[in-house]
């Protein structure tokens, strides 16, 4: 007790005014640019002191935090992509594609070559849009200056979105990068954790569909049924007389000769059974 007591009588007695201490934290502001707003907005990040490679403790009340569990968290995940079909204005098919989910994403970009291949009409903005590169401490700005009505469908055909305007990007990783305005117009709820993308209306899975059984064969009418009984009973009769010639002809399976009917001695034996019974009888 009297070691402890002397431990944290250190730790909580003042320095004197000829030691210095060095700061533990530090402050410094850094400016976010365009962040729901057109005004810059401060922030202050604390800046830590590097901590040693072991921890060591003055206190024997303090936890060992070396003998606690560290979850292994990963550093990325898989990105939501949806395979879906957009309708194309050059072909009665639909196209088959693959998307980018993005919650993270104020618009909806398109690559110029899907729009070729699509076919679909440009509309000009009548301002142009300004975006800039999330990573790049170089502020080069683009803007964009066109857009596209786009409908997306999933590979089933039960589910069809709503028309939104996807502005024309060039350099994008996939062919559509589906933001914030498709999430919110289709009423998309997104569950990263379980990695479900659902209309909260419909109850659609976009990135787990429902799998779909085919409705069973209706049942056929009763002159349909008469028509495959006959046909059935061709095909019957001929296996039959085919299986019969074969039989005929293979010498083990030859059949047994049969004596012809006696008629004489068939009557005979009748009057000898009547004579017998009238005999009885007396």
Known sequence: MDTLTTKKAKATAKPS???????????????????DSNEDISATAAILPDSPGKYTSDSDEDWDISRCEVSHTPLHSKHLIWNCQIHSQ????????????????????????????????????????????????????????FYVKLSLSSLDCTWTSHVVKAIVTPGLCLPVILGLPWLEKNFIVTDHATRTCIDKWNSYDLLNPPVIVPPPPPKPRMHEQMKATKVDKKLMLTELMLVCHDRLKNAKLKPEE?????????????????????QLKA
């Open 17 to 35: 005014k000829s030691t210095t201490t060095k700061p533990v934290t530090a402050t410094s502001s850094m400016t976010i640019e365009a962040v």
């Open 90 to 145: 050059m072909d009665y098919f639909l196209v088959k594609t693959c998307v980018l989910l993005d919650n993270g994403m104020h618009l909806v970009p398109i690559q110029p070559d899907l729009i070729d291949h699509l076919g679909l009409k440009q509309y000009q903005l009548h301002v142009p849009e300004v975006i800039n590169v999330a990573f790049s401490k170089e502020k080069n700005k683009t803007e964009l200056y």
């Open 258 to 278: 049969v004596k012809e009917f006696n008629a004489a001695g068939a009557i005979c034996d009748c009057l000898e059974i009547l004579v017998v019974q009238e």
